[in-house]
């Protein structure tokens, strides 16, 4: 009984992780209304910006926190490696005495 209870779990943890998973960005290489389409410099600011902006786009439709229409992967590097730059990183912890 107790090994069909930690199977059903485990299931029901897979099927629910498996809905999480993101999807194809139908938009990338597309410009937007201004006829542009974000690349590894804008990422990168979006990146660093994106604390703030999650914050702000809680409370406006108009914000959101990652651009669509972008280049895609320098897009994601760039705003990957922003984020980074915001938060300091793994490197500042394993330098701290335990």
């Known amino acids: 009984m ?3 209870l930690i199977a059903g779990l485990l299931i029901l943890a897979l099927v629910t992780l498996a809905g999480c998973v993101a999807g194809p960005n139908e938009m990338v290489n597309t410009p937007n209304e201004a006829g542009r389409v974000a690349g590894f410099w804008q990422g990168l600011w979006h990146g660093i910006i994106a604390p703030v902006t999650f914050v702000i786009s809680l409370f406006s439709d108009k914000v959101y926190v990652f651009e669509t229409h972008n280049n895609g992967n320098w897009y994601v590097f760039g705003f990957l490696l ?3 730059a915001v938060w300091g990183g ?5 330098s701290r005495r335990r």
């Open 82 to 84: 922003g984020l980074t």
């Open 2 to 4: 107790k090994t069909v």
């Open 90 to 94: 793994g490197g500042r912890a394993s």
